[in-house]
């Protein structure tokens, strides 16, 4: 069975970082594609950085510079590195990974929340 497990969400304020982990399990991590989506209450699920399996990444416009995305494979994990966090960051951050149309899964999610 597999299982995405997020942690490091949490409370901070404008212009500090956190660290999100999305820990796999019940899969071979490496050769998945893995990404981090956020959803803002009221808004859409949206893309803010992905990583393939080779370790190329991508990020959305509104991110560039200042996440950044990683994994380790050795440990089933990846993560988002966020730093100069701003009030529009505010949302639950998903993970996923991605190998096929039938080996596609989501992470429950872990709220990030940037006072100003």
């Known amino acids: 069975q597999v299982q995405l497990v997020e942690s490091g969400g949490g409370l901070v304020q404008a212009g500090g970082s956190l660290r999100l982990s999305c820990a796999a399990s019940?899969?071979?991590?490496?050769?998945?594609?893995a990404a981090w989506y956020r959803q803002a209450p009221g808004k859409q699920r949206e893309l803010v950085a992905a990583i393939t399996s080779g370790g190329s990444t991508n990020y959305a416009d509104s991110v560039k510079g200042r996440f950044t995305i990683s994994r380790d494979n050795a440990k089933n994990t990846v993560y988002v590195q966020m730093n100069s966090l701003k009030p529009e960051d505010t949302a639950t951050y998903y993970c996923?990974?991605?190998?096929?149309?039938?080996?596609?899964?989501w992470g429950k999610g872990t709220l990030v929340t940037v006072s100003s």
């Open positions: 019940g899969l071979i991590f490496s050769i998945y594609s």
């Open positions: 996923n990974v991605h190998y096929t149309t039938w080996d596609d899964y």
